[in-house]
């Protein structure tokens, strides 16, 4: 099995370099330019705007070449995988690898609860707002939750700050997101600002990629985003994606009675990145019926090739880890073909496959 992620290259790397910079623990190399650029300019501001779901290719689609986005781009690296926001910026939270912080994807299976959770929900799947409550207290005590933002205040040196569109302190739109922004950065002291906002993923969800509503979104922050960095600092902003965006034609297993009879339950981690836990006695036989179905549109891989691969990234594995793998994984390189199970979503676009529209992701700075 070949992993395309680089994971001395990745958001795990980039967190890191960040970590370093705040005199924080960390785990994994470090991206030697963002180094140097932190140790040659001293910020004393650093921010780290995440745009969910603008990935490189998308980027490319959407923006001209003399954009700002575009213009301050260092280069492209790969997400972690599965190429999806909870793997994703969970790294670029901790500055762990998947395999570490035990965040692998939307849905993953808690061995420990014998059930499929969503993760960022803490419901189990196909049942959205009704709380696992034995769920939390393994959230708690085994998952890696600890964030650079949390790391820096623990330390008490320099000051760091959290901004989300959801939750108690929430921000209310891009505009708002960007004017909290910047009354941080003229406060005193050193400090991290991360900011993650949701689109254009969650729009791309609904009606796909390369359309009017997404280029609009992308479009929208490339100027505000300038125009933002034109009033700031002594800043350091780096501006990420935690994954790309891929259109989708949808496969339902349940037209597939044979295949889905194989299975011990239902499908987990992501659509495009399939997780097949098989009865006992179709161990052998699953193969070859899956492949005589979907094997033009995917890459089926045993729990050990994941394993021996290294697919979710180097690290200590956190204890939940070997547990949530299932038999099988099937993986979807450049099909457009998502694989969708009782309790998944009907979406137009998603990611999580193998493709380079879902894997790539920009780094663009702008030192001010």
């Not at 009354?183 to 969650?202: L, R, S």
């Not at 992308?218 to 300038?226: A, L, P, Q, S």
Request: with cysteine; hydrophobic share 35%.
């Amino acid at each position: 099995m070949i992993v395309r992620n680089d994971y001395n290259e990745c958001l795990t790397n980039l967190a890191c370099s960040i970590r370093k910079y705040f005199g924080l623990e960390y785990k994994h190399n470090t991206i030697s330019y963002i180094d140097e650029m932190l140790e040659n300019n001293k910020p004393e501001n650093v921010i780290l705007m995440l745009f969910d779901g603008m990935g490189s290719n998308i980027l490319n689609r959407a923006l001209a070449e003399d954009s700002f986005f575009r213009l301050n781009r260092l280069k492209d690296i790969t997400t972690v995988f599965p190429a999806t926001t909870t793997a994703a910026t969970t790294s670029i939270q901790t500055g762990l690898n998947p395999a570490e912080h035990g965040w692998l994807a939307w849905n993953t299976y808690i061995k420990p609860l014998d059930k499929i959770i969503t993760m960022f929900l803490s419901s189990e799947k196909g049942n959205e707002g009704e709380v696992v409550d034995e769920y939390l207290e393994i959230k708690k005590h085994q998952l890696k939750t600890k964030t650079i933002v949390s790391d820096i205040k623990e330390k008490g040196v320099d000051k760091a700050y959290s901004l989300f569109p959801f939750g108690p302190e929430h921000y209310k739109n891009l505009d708002d997101m960007l004017a909290k922004i910047e009354t941080i950065v003229f406060q005193d002291g050193k400090k991290f600002i991360y900011a993650y906002d949701d689109e254009p993923d969650h729009t791309m969800h609904i009606v796909g990629t390369n359309t009017p509503e997404a280029i609009k979104l992308i479009k929208e922050r490339n100027d505000k985003v300038e125009e933002f960095s034109s009033r700031i600092k002594n800043t350091m902003l780096i501006i990420v994606a935690d994954h790309g965006h891929k259109n989708i034609e949808n496969i339902h297993l349940n037209d597939y009675p044979t295949l889905k009879n194989m299975l011990e339950r239902s499908t987990s981690n992501e659509p495009r990145s399939c997780m097949f836990k098989v009865k006992d006695e179709y161990l052998d036989a699953f193969p070859l019926e899956f492949n005589r179905y979907f094997g033009n549109y995917f890459k089926l891989y045993t729990k050990q090739d994941i394993i021996d691969s290294k697919l979710y990234g180097d690290g200590v594995p956190n204890p939940l880890f070997e547990g949530a793998l299932g038999d099988y994984i099937a993986i979807a390189y450049d099909s457009n073909k998502a694989i969708l199970d009782d309790g998944d979503a009907e979406l137009k676009s998603t990611h999580a496959g193998y493709s380079d529209d879902e894997i790539y992701v920009p780094i663009i700075v702008v030192n001010k």
